[in-house]
């Protein structure tokens, strides 16, 4: 499954199937990206990470990919699972502009059995 | 790994009075806490950033004298909601950093009644 915007979107997919989502970032000028996972009542937890000088991470059945020249970072989840089930978020900083993280607006994703 | 820890979790105070939320770094030394508050079905949205030994640097239209922000040690930061109102209910989520990395704080519910 796959899903684009910025208005806290869901994607429900299957277990089993791959999950993509996509964020669109503002500031051209930053250069480090993470994606969170949030689960309900709960502060965010580190997924993935990657720098402006590189378009693909791959981590444990995560990948982040990174298209500068259009603002846009997506995380592809592999074999999704219930587990998975979250909201997720992209954040960008610019390195030493005080290190302040920007979110997105996040997406919900929902895994059916 | 890095933890923060937050506390309290939940916390219901009456309309009026003030509530303090702690946020602690327990493995390493933060030089940086940021501060945020997330509406439900909402992305995160930084109120504050702190360094140890100074004043906090609150964003465009955060009230300073509202939200009270100190960050007197390299562990410990601290958050005061000062004659708290129904609108300030929120999910309040510290995080710590050492200037590389983030960690988040598990959030604290507040209710304002």
């Known amino acids: 499954g796959e899903n684009v915007g910025l208005h806290l979107p869901t994607l429900s997919v299957q277990e089993g199937d791959n999950s993509i989502i996509n964020c669109a970032y503002s500031?051209?000028?930053?250069?480090?990206f993470i994606w969170y996972k949030q689960e309900s009542g709960k502060g965010p937890q580190f997924i993935i990470d990657?720098?402006?000088?590189?378009d693909k991470r791959q981590g444990q059945r995560v990948t982040v990919l990174l298209n500068k020249t259009v603002k846009h970072l997506s995380l592809q989840i592999a074999a999704t699972q219930p587990g998975d089930s979250a909201v997720y978020f992209c954040?960008?900083?610019?390195?030493?502009?005080?290190?302040?993280?920007?979110f997105g607006t996040g997406t919900q994703l929902k895994v059916e059995l | 790994g890095a933890v923060v820890s937050q506390h309290p979790s939940r916390v219901i105070c009456k309309s009026g009075t003030s509530v303090k939320i702690e946020c602690r770094s327990l493995?390493?030394?933060?030089?940086?806490m940021f501060w945020y508050r997330q509406f439900p079905k909402q992305s995160l949205m930084l109120m504050a950033t702190?360094?140890?030994?100074?004043?906090?640097?609150?964003e465009q239209g955060v009230e300073k004298d509202k939200f009270l922000i100190n960050h007197a040690s390299l562990t410990l930061s601290t958050l005061t909601v000062t004659s708290a109102h129904p609108e300030d209910s929120s999910f309040y989520i510290c995080?710590?950093?050492?200037?590389?990395?983030?960690?988040f704080g598990s959030g604290t519910r507040l209710t304002v009644v």
């Open positions: 990657i720098r402006s000088n590189m």
């Open positions: 995080s710590a950093s050492r200037g590389v990395g983030y960690t």
């Open positions: 493995d390493f030394q933060a030089t940086t």
């Open positions: 500031n051209s000028a930053s250069d480090y």
């Open positions: 702190s360094n140890e030994g100074s004043k906090a640097t609150y």
């Open positions: 954040a960008e900083t610019v390195t030493g502009g005080g290190n302040k993280l920007t």
